[in-house]
């Protein structure tokens, strides 16, 4: 259905491509499995989204290298593309962010690029809001009058798309560096002129605008990044009053959550009542907490709540035990949702966009078998019309079902997580890969995963594991995490690849392991803290040298990395030196695989030069790719395909070979990767 699209790029696309290595991009390789290609590339359709009047949907879609906008009536096939950027043209790793309706007749696109003025040493980065006037066709820079907007980096914080009968303008987050803060701005978007709704104070980072448009509450962190404070106000008129401040890592407190239908009251996460996180009121005439209004007895809920964009009320809050689950508050909502996973069974099926009455809706449905799949959903009709596949050659039957696992960890902690062996694999132990994931403050859940399934579809049984220091299983398993790097979270990984091998899972003669972020760091840190355990290991925009990163905090930007969480350079400094695995590269038995974006902004590239010369100096094998303009993870769908090409790769040479090939045996390759 987008050969529009597709025809409307080819012109530019052979050029593209010339200038860079060649990535193949067949679905299907000469045994007919699903290619990295078939996996990585960019999805058919991007940020899909409904205009407000329900009539068209907008999205973007990317073929090497170009991305195009385009919109289609969601009752015909009409595909008009409506603006095209070529990545060349904006020196290189840019990377159309969000898209969004301003109105009916205009999209609203975020271009991401590197910045040009960003501070000394960090790979910053930088976002800009470009608006497509259907009806004139002109493309224009929304901010191009907006003070500081030279030197701003973030300038797509979109508070609400929608105001109720305003579709000229909408409201946006616009940051002060003369008051370290963001201001709530309301945005005329034809002539960009800004209107101040909530003037900018210290450290505040975000507003919030209910059901009305009106901006009534703030969010905001400490520089220090432990200090969470509120503001809020009951009606536009007022001024805004704090209504808490905590330190987040040693005392209890509250985040705004939602707006309820009722100007007096608010929502709010907190886990006041216990170790699990749920939602309460609060009463803002009486700047009082609330009752407890829902919380899971096993999970935190997910910080994810669904309210109506008509009157305010709440409908749902999401949770994930081993799958996530919906708890309705709107009954009349729950037996819609029951009918739309009646009509798609087997899949999680959610509504993510809606017109502005909420009479139609996008519906996308996955699994841990179904690639993402959207529907436009008529709710008076009660009707799904199949829209688009995001990755049409990839097919259930040819992928492997996730499977929820838990265990003991050496001191008794339990730990849950998911183990994916590769459908039809044979009984007994398989040859395994440990995938941390990143953050680490995030979570592993049931769903689909490119990754996973890529690793399954080469004969890999996959298995991940939610250490402590994770999200979702309450404030003891997220604390037990603190300063715990290469330590207790360490072990977590090296019990559930014991575990796996004492189940009967995994080849203890033929296990690896590989992570990304901070899951890289894991890998890494696996390698050297028990390599008789590893047969191979890689890691993509990993850290590698922790007290590097701490004394140059300077060039980072990651959130995840700070003294209470890490640990302090200086205090820390011995332990800190014990856990950094490019300072113990002697140690390391296996092959190891090093990827990096050259203008990584989280994890800057210096850690993966440190970890290849300390390989190198130390005589072990290593193979490294560094992609040049890319960031934490891949803007450019080839470099993507090239990557996950190489890992499979990789992997397949060193745990799908002999079983008598020991890492300590395995003779030295060659860097395969260009450093600056």
């Given at each position: ?578 856990v950094s695995p490019a300072r113990h590269a002697d140690r390391i038995r296996a092959p190891v695989l090093i990827a990096h974006g050259t203008q990584d902004p989280i994890v800057h590239v210096n850690q993966a030069n440190h970890m290849i010369d300390a390989l190198e100096k130390s005589g072990h094998e290593v193979e490294s790719v560094l992609y040049a303009d890319e960031v934490h993870g891949f803007i450019d ?40």
């Open positions: 259905m987008l050969a529009a699209v597709c025809t409307a790029i080819s012109d530019c696309r052979t050029e593209v491509l010339a200038a860079r290595q060649h990535v193949s991009t067949a679905p299907f390789d000469e045994q007919g499995r699903p290619t990295a290609a078939a996996f990585f590339r960019s999805p058919l359709v991007e940020h899909p989204a409904l205009s407000p009047d329900g009539k068209n949907l907008a999205g973007i879609i990317e073929r090497g290298g170009i991305e195009v906008v385009f919109v289609r009536p969601v009752a015909g096939r009409d595909i008009k593309p409506v603006g095209k950027l070529e990545r060349t043209e904006y020196r290189g790793s840019t990377d159309i962010r969000a898209l969004g309706w301003g109105g009916d007749q205009r999209i609203v696109v975020s271009l991401e690029s590197p910045q040009l003025m960003g501070p000394i040493g960090v790979r910053a980065r930088q976002t800009r809001l470009m608006v497509v006037d259907l009806r004139s066709g002109r493309v224009s820079y929304l901010g191009k009058k907006w003070p500081f907007q030279a030197y701003s980096n973030y300038q797509d914080d979109v508070i609400a798309w929608r105001l109720p009968d305003d579709p000229d303008h909408i409201l946006l987050n616009w940051w002060q560096p003369d008051q370290n803060g963001v201001s709530a701005r309301r945005v005329n978007l034809d002539s960009g002129s800004l209107e101040t709704e909530a003037r900018a104070q210290l450290d505040m980072r975000r507003w919030h605008a209910n059901y009305l448009g009106q901006v009534l509450v703030g969010s905001g962190v400490s520089r220090t990044g432990t200090q969470l404070f509120t503001v809020a106000r009951l009606s536009p008129s007022d001024r805004f009053e704090e209504i808490v401040r905590y330190d987040a890592f040693h005392e209890p407190g509250f985040e705004f959550a939602a707006f309820s239908e009722r100007p007096d009251q608010i929502y709010v996460w907190s886990n006041r009542d216990g170790d699990l996180r749920g939602l309460y009121t609060y009463d803002l005439a009486h700047r009082a907490m609330g009752p407890l209004v829902y919380a899971h007895p096993e999970v935190d809920l997910d910080c994810c709540i669904w309210t109506s964009q008509r009157d305010g009320h709440l409908i749902a809050v999401r949770y994930t035990t081993d799958r996530p689950h919906w708890y309705f508050f709107d009954q009349a909502m729950a037996r819609e949702q029951a009918a739309i996973d009646a009509a798609l069974p087997g899949t999680w099926n959610e509504i993510v966009d809606m017109d502005r009455d909420e009479r139609v809706a996008l519906v996308v449905a996955s699994s841990d078998v179904v690639a993402p799949r959207y529907f436009f959903y008529d709710r008076a009709n009660h009707t799904l019309h199949p829209f688009f596949d995001a990755y049409p050659d990839l097919h259930a039957d040819a992928m492997s079902p996730m499977k929820a696992i838990s265990f003991q960890a050496r001191d008794g902690l339990t730990m849950h997580g998911y183990l994916t062996r590769p459908r039809n694999a044979p009984p007994g132990p398989l040859p395994t890969i440990l995938h941390p994931h990143g953050g680490p403050s995030s979570r592993d859940v049931w769903g689909w995963d490119p990754e996973v399934q890529f690793l399954a579809s080469r004969g890999f049984a996959v298995l991940q594991v939610n250490f402590r220091g994770s999200t979702g299983y309450g404030t003891h398993h997220r604390v037990a995490g603190y300063r715990q790097w290469g330590l207790a979270m360490q072990d977590d990984i090296t019990d559930a690849a014991q575990w796996a091998i004492a189940q009967g899972i995994a080849d203890p003669q033929r296990l690896g392991i590989y992570g990304a972020s901070y899951g890289g760091y894991a890998a890494l840190m696996a390698l050297v803290k028990t390599p008789e355990l590893f047969q191979a290991g890689a890691s993509l925009a990993g850290v590698s040298d922790i007290i590097e990163m701490l004394d140059n905090e300077a060039a980072y930007a990651c959130s995840d990395f700070n003294t209470p969480t890490v640990g302090d350079s200086w205090r820390d400094r011995d332990q800190l030196a014990a769908e080839r470099n993507a395909i090239d990557f996950y090409t190489k890992l499979a790769s990789f992997f397949e040479r060193h745990l799908l070979g002999p079983r008598a090939q020991t890492a300590s045996s395995a003779a030295p390759q060659a860097d395969t990767g260009a450093r600056p």
